[in-house]
């Protein structure tokens, strides 16, 4: 081989090898960019059960509907309504009859699954501990996460607020989580799961003292737990949802006025309600925290651009 051919091979072995640089960097910067995100169906926990414990407020119910959409077998807290015959009617009742009425006419691997729960009555979590096992498929017995959406927040001047408002602030918000970790680790022991519960959040103003406290107290208490359950295997974990009003996180929610549920379902399979309280971004935040194989000990839901609280939500 004489030097010209040796050369002209070099610069064309430099000129290969460059290119296959520089399409691995778009890759990695590609993977990055969108935060490992991207649910696959063999990443962890796609497609496996997972309970949230409350669908009543704007946030569970976006947290569920998102989760069932990508695939998990979603287990929704109801306080009411949630079997077929209940005389229920509340939005969040009706928002998830619609996903599981829409959800019989297409193909998909996500489930939708309603069930009485309510985090401050040990005899509804024995409840729902029954119930979640009678749905898991044959030779299964755990579940693989359980999102603490389960929350109440009152505002007001501490002079002025009413002491039973902390009581019932403390109840569901730090109580609640407790006894919920305790009815569910044999389940999330089994399959190795996590605890996702809610952690404190920073500058929403004044009158939240009492509040402010239970989320603190959610935070330590997830520190001790993590301590306690991970040689079970049980990951404990918080995400904060930095600058969305606590009023808004736990608010009721309500369908679009103008439209008329069953005209909805029938042509498109959707059912809009508000507010929306999480971003795309947000959510996909929340994905990796629950997919992901070793999780961080607190994920941040705090996006450049916050959701205006009346976005609309449809179920496609």
């Known amino acids: 081989?004489?030097?010209?051919?040796?050369?002209?091979?070099?610069?064309?072995?430099?000129?290969?090898?460059?290119?296959?640089?520089?399409?691995?960097?778009?890759?990695?910067?590609?993977?990055?960019?969108?935060?490992?995100s991207e649910l696959s169906e063999n990443a962890p926990g796609a497609g496996k059960p997972v309970l949230v414990t409350s669908c009543d407020n704007a946030v569970g119910l976006q947290i569920a509907l998102h989760l069932a959409n990508r695939g998990f077998r979603v287990f929704a807290g109801l306080k009411e309504g949630a079997s077929s015959g209940s005389s229920d009617d509340s939005a969040s009742s009706r928002v998830i009859r619609a996903w599981q009425k829409h959800r019989e006419s297409i193909q998909g691997q996500g489930a939708l699954i309603a069930l009485p729960l309510d985090v401050t009555r040990e005899d509804l979590l024995h409840e729902a501990v029954d119930i979640i096992r009678a749905h898991l498929p044959a030779g299964e017995d755990g579940i693989w996460a359980v999102i603490n959406t389960s929350g109440l927040s009152y505002r007001g001047r501490l002079d002025q607020q009413d002491i039973a408002h902390w009581d019932a602030m403390l109840k569901t918000n730090v109580i609640g989580i407790l006894r919920t970790a305790r009815k569910f680790q044999s389940l999330l022991r089994n399959a190795g799961g996590r605890i996702v519960n809610l952690g404190a959040t920073e500058n929403l103003g004044a009158g939240l003292v009492a509040y402010?406290?239970?989320?603190?107290?959610?935070?330590?208490?997830?520190?001790?737990?993590?301590?306690?359950?991970?040689?079970?295997?049980?990951?404990?974990?918080?995400?904060?949802?930095?600058g969305i009003l606590p009023e808004l996180l736990f608010s009721t929610p309500k369908l679009n006025e103008k439209q008329d549920q069953e005209t909805s379902v029938e042509i498109g399979g959707t059912l809009e309600y508000q507010p929306l309280v999480l971003s795309n971004r947000a959510l996909q935040t929340l994905d990796i925290a629950i997919t992901t194989r070793f999780p961080k000990t607190n994920y941040d839901l705090q996006d450049k651009i916050w959701c205006k609280p009346f976005h609309i939500l449809k179920i496609v």
């Open 1 to 36: 081989m004489d030097e010209q051919t040796a050369l002209v091979l070099a610069l064309q072995l430099v000129a290969l090898f460059s290119i296959a640089g520089a399409l691995l960097l778009y890759l990695l910067c590609k993977i990055r960019a969108t935060g490992g």
């Open 212 to 242: 402010a406290a239970s989320r603190y107290a959610v935070e330590g208490a997830s520190r001790a737990l993590r301590q306690e359950l991970s040689p079970m295997g049980i990951k404990v974990l918080t995400v904060s949802p930095q």
